[in-house]
C-alpha cells in the first residue's frame, strides 16, 4: 500500500446506482484509506440500520445497499455523515475476530513457474525472492473478482512491480500471484496480468460450508515455504494445511 498521510485524506459520499451508497476514504489504496474502509464497514454492521440490506468494501470503499421503501438517499447520507463525524477513521483500530492463517505455499519449481521472472523485476534472486515473500505478513485488503479471492498487502516496496503486458492464459485455484506490492490467492482457475510465484492447495471457496470464504477482510496471511511433494500430501486436507491463529 503507498505510503499516504491520512490528513491528506478527506472520505466522500457518493450514489451509486438506484440502490447504493459509496464511502470512500482515498482515490487510491493506502494503509490509512484500507483500515479505514475496514473499520467502517465493521461499524455500519454494527448499526443494524433499518433497511440496510449489505454493507461490503472495497480496497479503499466501503458500500451500502439499501431498501428504499425504508430508506432514502438524503436520510441514509445523513446517517452515513453523522457516523464518519464520530471519529477519525484512518487511525481506527481494525475490526474483531481478525485471524492470521499461515498457507503452506511451493514457490517456483514447475507448480508456480514465473517465480524467476518476478524475482528478477524485484531485483532479488530466486532465493532472495522466497524469503522475502514468505517473512511477508500480509492483511487482506479486500475480497473480489472471483468468490473468497483475497487481494494481500502490502509487499515490501522491491515489490512495486508491473503486471504483464500478455495475459497468462490460465492459473490454477490455489496460484499466489504478485504484482504492485500485492499479492492475489486464486479462488478459482483464471487468467491473470500477475506473475504466479507460488502455489498453495487452499480452498478459499466452500459453497456449502457455513461461512463459504474462508478469509475475511482484515484478516493476515502468511505463507510457509514447502516442497512439491509436501503440498501434494495437503491436497487431502480440505484446508490445503492452511491454520489459523485469533488475533481479536
Known amino acids: 500500500m503507498a505510503e499516504v498521510s491520512a ?18 476514504f482515498g482515490s487510491r489504496l493506502s494503509e490509512p484509506a484500507n483500515r479505514a474502509a475496514l473499520a467502517f464497514r465493521a461499524a ?27 430508506l432514502d ?13 464520530q471519529r477519525d477513521w484512518y487511525a481506527a483500530e481494525l475490526p474483531g475476530q481478525r485471524r492470521l492463517w499461515r498457507i503452506p505455499a511451493v514457490f517456483g519449481t514447475e507448480l508456480a513457474p514465473q517465480l524467476p521472472q518476478a524475482a528478477e523485476a524485484a531485483g532479488m534472486t530466486e532465493a532472495e525472492a522466497v524469503a522475502s515473500l514468505s517473512a511477508a505478513r500480509v492483511r ?13 498487502g502490502e509487499l515490501p516496496e522491491a515489490w512495486d512491480i ?3 503486458s500478455q495475459l497468462t492464459t490460465r492459473i490454477p485455484e490455489g496460484a499466489l500471484a504478485v504484482a504492485i506490492r500485492q499479492l492475489v490467492l486464486f479462488s478459482v482457475a483464471a487468467p491473470t496480468g500477475w506473475m504466479h510465484a507460488g502455489q498453495t492447495a487452499v480452498r478459499l471457496f466452500r459453497p456449502d460450508a457455513q461461512e463459504p470464504f474462508l478469509l475475511r477482510p482484515g484478516d493476515e496471511v502468511q ?6 511433494e509436501e503440498l501434494q500430501g495437503l491436497r487431502r486436507d480440505p484446508l490445503g494445511g492452511a491454520k489459523a491463529e485469533d488475533l481479536s
Do not use: K, N
Not at 490528513?7 to 470512500?24: F, K
Not at 448499526?47 to 480496497?59: A, F, P, Y
Open 73 to 85: 438517499h438524503a436520510g441514509l447520507r445523513a446517517r452515513l455523515g453523522a457516523l464518519l463525524a
Open 44 to 70: 455500519l454492521a454494527q448499526e443494524s440500520w433499518d433497511g440496510v440490506e449489505e454493507v461490503s468494501t472495497s480496497l479503499v470503499s466501503a458500500y451500502v445497499r439499501f431498501d428504499l421503501r425504508h
Open 162 to 164: 508491473p503486471r504483464q
Open 140 to 152: 487482506v485488503q479486500t475480497i473480489g473478482f472471483a468468490p473468497g479471492q483475497p487481494y494481500l
Open 7 to 24: 490528513a491528506t485524506l478527506v472520505p466522500e459520499i457518493r450514489t451509486v446506482g438506484v440502490d447504493g451508497m459509496l464511502v470512500s
Open 223 to 228: 505463507f510457509t515455504p514447502v516442497t512439491p
